[in-house]
């Protein structure tokens, strides 16, 4: 009972502020200490609106080419023991992070509510993968989804 407890800790909501000062509800975790830069964080609110993010701990500062362009949609899975889910992301801006890529809109609050129901997610875009936990999520995503001020038929 306690470890599921510790488990659930990992899943966080907290409430944020985008750059003009307005509210933005995200639930997030960071599984690994030692490599801070994986993420996976859910949230809605802002000059953002809705989004996940995800990254999965590509670094890349020496010799990175970074063009002005708009990021390419790339194909992105998520795989829960239940099945797998296919889709496209973008590389978010890079403020918040090299290798963070972004899912916006109704896509973003779909994919988050599949993470409500399930232990773990792997998350793999190219050659890239990795595993998060989802004990406390639906916790989390659903406090989201409350203060969110914008609405999605599917939540």
Request: with cysteine; hydrophobic share 45%; net charge negative.
């Amino acid at each position: 009972m306690i470890l599921f407890f510790t488990a659930a800790l990992l899943w966080q909501f907290q409430t944020a502020s985008d750059p003009l000062g307005q509210p933005v509800y995200v639930a997030s975790i960071a599984p690994d200490a030692a490599r801070p830069f994986v993420h996976l964080k859910y949230s809605c609110g802002g000059i953002v609106g809705v989004e996940l993010q995800f990254n999965l701990g590509e670094m890349q500062y020496a010799g990175a080419a970074f063009s002005r362009a708009a990021p390419e949609f790339e194909d992105v899975r998520f795989t829960f023991a239940e099945g797998k889910y296919d889709t496209a992301a973008k590389r978010a801006p890079i403020t918040d992070g090299i290798a963070t890529y972004e899912i916006k809109g109704s896509e973003a609050a779909f994919v988050a509510g599949l993470f409500k129901d399930s232990e773990s997610v792997s998350v793999s875009r190219g050659s890239a993968d990795f595993t998060f936990p989802l004990a406390g999520a639906r916790f989390a995503i659903d406090e989201v989804m409350s203060a969110c001020p914008f609405k999605y038929t599917d939540q």
